[in-house]
């Protein structure tokens, strides 16, 4: 009855009807709730155990991996620019809700050597990684992540097993 009084003392007319709109709103906010809890919850348990070179990567893919290993320049059959290019692409695709799957397999498979896909994840460095897009605020931000671990957190492990064979390929661990 509270809710009722606060409502007719703030001039509002329908009351049933600003009632049911409340209720209603906060049953799709627990809904989005639920759902990005269970979506995070299910990622995590995906990525439990994932290995590359004797490495353990549960949380946190660190850039200093990546920065560490040496990029042949000879073997480069992409530009810098095209790799920043390619690199920004990669995460066009997988900002925001969901991810374009298609647009991930398309650019990974610009790589014609190691070394391109090495120097487009080095141009791809650390982004802050939310599960809802790198413009996330800081409440939803998840911690920092290089490439391959935006892929890790962004795809399923069927597609995954895609990207996989794609570094695999290139002899690069995922």
Do not use: H
Not at 25 to 39: A, D, K, M, N, Q
Not at 130 to 159: H, I, P, Q
């Amino acid at each position: 009855m509270e809710i009722e009084s606060l409502l007719k003392s703030v001039n509002i007319k329908n009351v049933a009807k600003t009632k049911a709109i409340m209720i209603g709103s906060g049953v799709i906010l627990g809904g989005v709730l639920i759902f990005v809890v269970v979506r995070k919850i299910k990622k995590a348990s995906e990525r439990k155990g994932d290995v590359a070179d004797g490495k353990r990567y549960d949380v946190v893919d660190r850039s200093d991996d990546v920065n560490s290993v040496p990029i042949k320049t000879n073997n480069l059959t992409l530009s810098e620019g095209d790799a920043i290019l390619i690199s920004q692409n990669l995460l066009t695709a997988m900002d925001k809700w969901g991810s374009d799957e298609e647009a991930i397999y398309d650019q990974l498979n610009r790589c014609e050597t190691r070394d391109d896909l090495l120097l487009i994840i080095r141009k791809f460095g650390v982004k802050p990684y939310s599960g809802t897009g790198v413009a996330a605020n800081w409440l939803t931000r998840t911690g920092f992540k290089n490439l391959n671990g935006w892929l890790r957190a962004e795809l399923s492990k069927k597609e995954t097993v895609k990207v996989k064979a794609i570094y695999d390929k290139l002899n690069v661990p995922f």
